[in-house]
T-cell receptor, first 112, second 120 residues
Framework: EDKVVQSPLSLVVHEGDTVTLNCSYE??????LLWYKQEKKAPTFLFML??SGIEKKSGRLSSILDKKELFSILNITATQTGDSAVYLC????????????WGLGTSLAVNP | DAMVIQNPRYQVTQFGKPVTLSCSQT?????MYWYQQKSSQAPKLLFH???????NEADTPDNFQSRRPNTSFCFLDIRSPGLGDAAMYLC???????????????????FGDGTRLSIL
C-alpha cells in the first residue's frame, strides 16, 4: 500500500534555530513530492520536487529529494515565530487518479 | 491577485439541514478539487473535476455532491449533514495536463483558505 511518513510528528524550537523535517515514501510510479505549510487555514504550496539531488530554495526554506532512498527533507534556517505551522508532505503518482498520498504532517512550534 | 476563494469561511448548520459551500478561482485552472480535513489529519480527497468531467473517490459518501457550472466556480453540497461531517472543507485547483508528457510531473495544487463547517 502506498504511504508517506513524516517525522518528527512535532517539534519545538527557539527562534534562530535550524530545523530539518523528514518525509519518506513508498509510492509506486512516483511523479513528484510536494511540501505544503498549513497554519490555521488551508495548505500553502512551498515546493515541488521531481529530481534527485536538486535543491529547491525559497528564502530560509530549502528542500531536496533522494529518489534512491525514497525521502525528502525540508530545512528551515534562522527560524522565526511565523514559521510555526504544520508542514505537510504529499506524493503524486502516475495514473489518471489525481489523489495525492499525504503524510500526517510535522507540527512545528517556534518559541521567541 | 489570482487566487482560490472559498465562501463562507465559517458555516454553521443544523443536523440534517442541507448546506452548500462555494469555491471560485481566478487562476483559470481546469482542475478543481474538494477535500475534507479533520483535526490533526491529512486532507482527504472527496472528488475532483477535470474540466467538466466529475471524478468521485470510491469512499466518498453519497451525502456529498458537487457541481461545477463553469470553469471558475465549484460547489460542494452536503445533503443531510451529520455530526461526523464537521470539518474543514478545502477547495484546490491545478492546471491539467502534464509538464512534459505521460508519467512526468503534474502541476501542484493550490488551496483556498477553507470553510470550517460546524454541525449543531
Amino acid at each position: 500500500e502506498d504511504k508517506v511518513v513524516q517525522s518528527p510528528l512535532s517539534l519545538v524550537v527557539h527562534e534562530g534555530d535550524t530545523v530539518t523535517l523528514n518525509c519518506s515514501y513508498e509510492v509506486t510510479n512516483f511523479r513528484s513530492l510536494l511540501w505544503y505549510k498549513q497554519e490555521k487555514k488551508a495548505p500553502t504550496f512551498l515546493f515541488m520536487l521531481t529530481s534527485s539531488g536538486i535543491e529547491k530554495k525559497s528564502g530560509r526554506l530549502s528542500s531536496i529529494l533522494d529518489k534512491k532512498e525514497l525521502f525528502s527533507i525540508l530545512n528551515i534556517t534562522a527560524t522565526q515565530t511565523g514559521d510555526s505551522a504544520v508542514y505537510l508532505c504529499a506524493v503524486d503518482h502516475a495514473g489518471n487518479n489525481r489523489k495525492l498520498i499525504w503524510g500526517l504532517g510535522t507540527s512545528l512550534a517556534v518559541n521567541p | 491577485d489570482a487566487m482560490v476563494i472559498q465562501n463562507p469561511r465559517y458555516q454553521v448548520t443544523q443536523f440534517g439541514k442541507p448546506v452548500t459551500l462555494s469555491c471560485s478561482q481566478t487562476l483559470n485552472h481546469n482542475v478543481m478539487y474538494w477535500y475534507q480535513q479533520k483535526s490533526s489529519q491529512a486532507p482527504k480527497l472527496l472528488f475532483h473535476y477535470y474540466d467538466k468531467d466529475f471524478n468521485n473517490e470510491a469512499d466518498t459518501p453519497d451525502n456529498f455532491q458537487s457541481r461545477r457550472p463553469n470553469t471558475s466556480f465549484c460547489f460542494l453540497d452536503i445533503r443531510s449533514p451529520g455530526l461526523g461531517d464537521a470539518a474543514m472543507y478545502l477547495c484546490a485547483t491545478s492546471k491539467g495536463g502534464f509538464f512534459g508528457g505521460a508519467g512526468l510531473p503534474r502541476a501542484p495544487q493550490h488551496f483556498g483558505d477553507g470553510t470550517r463547517l460546524s454541525i449543531l
